[in-house]
T-cell receptor, first 114, second 111 residues
Framework: EAQVTQNPRYLITVTGKKLTVTCSQN?????MSWYRQDPGLGLRQIYY???????DKGDVPEGYKVSRKEKRNFPLILESPSPNQTSLYFC?????????????FGEGSRLTVL | GQQLNQSPQSMFIQEGEDVSMNCTSS?????WLWYKQEPGEGPVLLIA?????ELTSNGRLTAQFGITRKDSFLNISASIPSDVGIYFC???????????FGGGTRLMVKP
């Protein structure tokens, strides 16, 4: 089954404790992206990657890092989480030769930073 | 970044009613998309629009790409309880591969 898998789905952590949210897709997609969803603000892009070892900032990259060492994986790293990073996070992927819109999303990771 | 204004923010309607929601932008977009997010899930693409003036249907859903390329609307006819969810518009301009999302419309349907 074609899918984008995120882990963990739920996490409660404390300020300053480094964490990583993993994302993996099995569709051989070149493009991968991370979004955060906050009430009334829709989905805002954090980082995206158009291929292995190629990453770029989105609209809200501050406080986040990403890496793309393999095509299928695109982890999101919070080196020193803060309460304003409490949010619902989505990873998404697509082929580069398809429309930007045809993104496949993971099920989301709800993060709470105390 | 670019801003998309989506309205209404929420709707509470009776089963069988028609629904209309829209998005407007201060910038021109080349592509408009509509997604639906069900509780506990990620957004799923409903309709994609690629040309100004384009009107596209997907079952009971109809969406249009505005002539000015700065707006789009989504209509749902004869709503049913499984239409419940958050609907997002999204637009893509000329700036690379970034999608800009609207704030979402939360739809609730009373049986």
């Amino acid at each position: 089954e074609a899918q984008v898998t995120q882990n963990p789905r739920y996490l409660i952590t404390v300020t300053g404790k480094k964490l990583t949210v993993t994302c993996s897709q099995n569709m051989n997609h070149e493009y991968m992206s991370w979004y955060r969803q906050d009430p009334g603000l829709g989905l805002r892009q954090i980082y995206y990657s158009m291929n292995v070892e190629v990453t770029d900032k989105g609209d809200v990259p501050e406080g986040y890092k990403v890496s793309r060492k393999e095509k299928r994986n695109f982890p999101l790293i919070l080196e020193s989480p803060s309460p304003n990073q409490t949010s619902l996070y989505f990873c998404a992927s697509r082929r580069l030769d398809r429309s930007t819109g045809e993104l496949f999303f993971g099920e989301g990771s709800r993060l709470t930073v105390l | 970044g670019q801003q998309l204004n989506q309205s209404p923010q929420s709707m509470f309607i009776q089963e069988g009613e028609d629904v209309s929601m829209n998005c407007t932008s201060s910038s021109i977009f080349n592509t408009w998309l509509w997604y639906k997010q069900e509780p506990g899930e990620g957004p799923v693409l409903l309709i994609a629009l690629y040309k100004a003036g384009e009107l596209t249907s997907n079952g009971r859903l109809t969406a249009q790409f505005g002539i000015t390329r700065k707006d789009s609307f989504l209509n749902i006819s004869a709503s049913i309880p499984s239409d419940v969810g958050i609907y997002f518009c999204a637009g893509q301009g000329n700036a690379g591969n970034m999608l800009t999302f609207g704030g979402g419309t939360r739809l609730m349907v009373k049986p």
